[in-house]
């Protein structure tokens, strides 16, 4: 029970500091959301003095804690934040901060999901065999999946685009769908999912390429080690077969530390792929990031970064909590 407490406990300081320096960030950083807003509307008026009362409505929405001590306003953000108000996005006014981001978050988790999940399943497999084939020539798939780990996601996005969309012309080059068969926004029909999964290919296929060479190397390491053990040697020594020493003795306790990473890994789909989004124009929380940071929209930064670090902290928490009603060593070490 102490444990359980513990980490109850250790989560609960740990998200109200989050959310607290969620709040004071955009705070210390120059700007103000409201004169920057007036300033692109001027702009787009042909630096025409607005009228009086376009700058109170602005004011009253996006400069509304002036004048307000911060400590009222970390209040009030509170207040919002429990009431899921996120606020105003100030470069796509009027639009709430969580409507946008409920409109990317499908995307991000569907492809940086699906994309992990299957960078995952195959750096396991493929480092299982690897291990257990160690010493021969399947060694080989080690540096070379290490070597295009270490190959920047931008370049080798890049490199697709060129290959596969612009030589080839196999696969479209930017958008999460096509945006001119559905011109009024998604819809629910087959052709539709289609052409999702078509735009999706090169953007998973850069997220797969990157990151499936560091769960082979993980798991590979793991898998030799595990060969060691006695309880992999008693088992050769009875004469089982070695495709089931393999997989009920080697690979599945090999794997543990991999699944713990997995967890983690899966926390982190919500902050997306920033740079892939960004290369592809994907309509995810990456895309959306970038977007807010280039347009010193604060409202929408602090709505992304909260909606990111919620998830990764609740990962986080499920995998303590799974790792402590598994292992008792770690319940009475924690």
Not at 131 to 147: A, C, L, S
């Amino acid at each position: 029970m102490k444990f359980w407490i513990r980490r109850v406990v250790f989560y609960i300081v740990t998200l109200w500091a989050a959310v607290s320096l969620n709040f004071l960030l955009p705070r210390m950083l120059p700007g103000d959301p409201a004169a920057i807003m007036l300033g692109k509307l001027r702009r787009a008026n042909g630096n025409r003095p607005l009228s009086e009362e376009t700058i109170q409505a602005i004011t009253s929405i996006l400069g509304a804690e002036k004048g307000t001590s911060l400590w009222d306003q970390y209040l009030a953000y509170w207040g919002r934040m429990l009431h899921g108000d996120l606020g105003v996005s100030s470069t796509r006014y009027p639009a709430p901060v969580g409507e946008l981001i409920a409109a990317a978050l499908p995307w991000t988790v569907t492809l940086v999901g699906a994309a992990t999940v299957i960078s995952f399943v195959i750096g396991i497999v493929a480092g299982a065999w690897v291990g257990w084939k160690r010493g021969t020539w399947i060694d080989q798939f080690v540096p070379v999946t290490t070597f295009l780990q270490s190959i920047p996601y931008f370049w080798l996005a890049l490199v697709l685009v060129a290959v596969f969309s612009v030589q080839l012309g196999l696969l479209p080059i930017i958008g999460g769908y096509d945006v001119f068969e559905y011109p009024m926004g998604p819809e629910w029909t087959p052709a539709f999912f289609g052409s999702v999964f078509v735009h999706a290919l090169l953007p998973a296929a850069t997220i797969v390429i990157s990151s499936v060479g560091g769960w082979l190397l993980g798991m590979r390491n793991m898998m030799v080690q595990t060969m060691a053990e006695d309880y992999v040697l008693t088992a050769e020594a009875k004469g089982l077969r070695p495709s089931r020493i393999r997989r009920a003795y080697a690979a599945r306790n090999a794997s543990i530390p991999s699944l713990a990473g997995f967890g983690i890994a899966l926390g982190f789909v919500v902050a997306g792929s920033i740079v892939t989004e960004q290369v592809f124009s994907y309509p995810g929380i990456g895309k959306l990031m970038i977007q807010a940071v280039q347009g010193l929209d604060y409202a929408l930064m602090q709505g992304v970064f909260l909606v990111i670090t919620l998830t990764v902290l609740a990962a986080n928490f499920l995998i303590d909590l799974l790792y402590g009603f598994i292992d008792p060593r770690v319940r009475r070490n924690g």
